[in-house]
């Protein structure tokens, strides 16, 4: 049933791009367009049709990521949309359910969204995970960098600077917190829809230790990514942005774990922060995620009683356990009302797994019950360190 609704004709490429341009009020474009079907020949498309027509759509993108070592394959939902005469008439969430089905079918572990609404994906599953800070100074507040070593080279780029980033992209540590795992068509679709400038600081021996990506704005030089592994890279490249104070009125910065600088500054009331919530995600194969976890301790048998009323492979009971660094994990029932230590949803259960908030701090809120010092065990083996994500599907 799954596949009633996926799009596969040139027609209906043409006609999902027509429902994109006016649900969203975009202009077209050669830029957009480019970049638009250019994405869409990676996806799995759905789209649903009355009297001929494209009324409803959105595609799935099958990517990748790394949690803490551990790639799992990650679908990213994207451009989800109904003709306005057809809103509200559950089209979209029709294909939401097929696009789920079909990951699940497809043994992809994870599922990741931006929200229109937030209420209206946790219906499907989806929970809040992701967070960005968004960080703003002007430019007269501009600390004054003095490098230390001089020994190494910034290199301006335009957008080709990506593709020379990726590998250090991929070995930094707050890429491996559930953030996506770039493939060579997704750099190349970025380089298609942004118009990004790309700085890169390489040591005396031409190694790369750290870059930046940034957009300049009208009166803004926002930076899009932040990156180094070495102090002297990070002197560099601030030192690099600070040379542009003269051109910009304002500095911005969206970070992508959710923390600030305000430690690193001398006056933290120059530095504006406000965090934004990013992204949802939601387990869509419960038991291979759960399998190659990447636990932190062992874990005596616990019995989770999950509710996932989307995709019923993951609802009933599981017996978990960890032992000696093997996981054990067991659905023993369908059935929600036998005897188990905690009871949660799907959503719950997906950001105690992310980090994102601890079973804990959720059984306070009332949105989890169950047996206390079982929570407490099973927070204990859980990784603490909230997840960050930069791109945006």
């Not at 993951?314 to 960890?322: A, D, V």
């Amino acid at each position: 049933m799954t596949t009633d609704y996926r799009l596969t004709s040139d027609a209906d490429r043409e006609a999902f791009y027509q429902l994109y341009q006016y649900a969203f009020n975009n202009q077209d474009s050669p830029q957009r367009r480019r970049f638009f079907m250019d994405r869409y020949q990676h996806g799995w498309i759905y789209g649903r049709h009355d009297h001929g027509q494209l009324v409803s759509g959105l595609y799935s993108l099958p990517l990748a990521v790394n949690f803490h070592g551990v790639t799992y394959k990650m679908n990213g939902i994207g451009d989800v949309m109904s003709a306005p005469e057809y809103a509200g008439q559950g089209g979209a969430g029709q294909l939401l359910t097929a696009a789920l089905n079909e990951m699940a079918a497809e043994h992809v572990t994870l599922s990741y969204l931006a929200p229109f609404a937030y209420g209206y994906y946790r219906r499907f599953g989806y929970e809040h995970v992701f967070d960005h800070a968004h960080q703003v100074m002007a430019a007269h507040d501009l600390p004054r960098i003095k490098p230390t070593d001089w020994t190494g080279t910034v290199t301006r780029y335009g957008n080709d600077g990506l593709a020379l980033i990726n590998d250090f992209y991929a070995a930094q540590a707050q890429n491996q917190r559930g953030g996506l795992i770039r493939p060579t068509w997704w750099q190349h679709y970025l380089t298609l829809k942004h118009d990004w400038s790309v700085a890169i600081y390489r040591n005396a021996d031409a190694k790369i230790e750290g870059y930046l990506i940034y957009e300049r704005q009208a009166t803004n030089f926002a930076i899009q990514e932040w990156s180094t592994s070495t102090p002297t890279a990070f002197e560099r490249l601030a030192d690099f942005i600070t040379k542009h104070g003269t051109t910009f009125e304002t500095f911005s910065y969206d970070d992508p774990s959710a923390t600030n600088g305000l430690d690193l500054l001398a006056d933290p009331y120059t530095l504006q922060v406000t965090i934004k919530p990013y992204m949802m995600a939601r387990i869509v194969d419960l038991y291979d995620f759960i399998k190659r976890y990447p636990f932190t301790a062992d874990v005596s048998l616990i019995r989770l009683a999950v509710t996932d009323t989307t995709l019923p492979a993951n609802q009933g009971i599981w017996e978990l356990q960890r032992a000696n660094g093997q996981v054990t994990l067991n659905r023993i029932s369908t059935d929600l009302t036998g005897t188990a230590d905690i009871k949660l949803s799907i959503q719950q259960l997906t950001t105690a797994l992310f980090g994102t908030q601890s079973l804990r701090r959720a059984y306070l809120h009332g949105q989890l019950t169950g047996d206390l010092n079982a929570i407490d065990r099973l927070d204990a083996s859980l990784v603490k360190t909230r997840p960050a994500l930069i791109d945006y599907f």
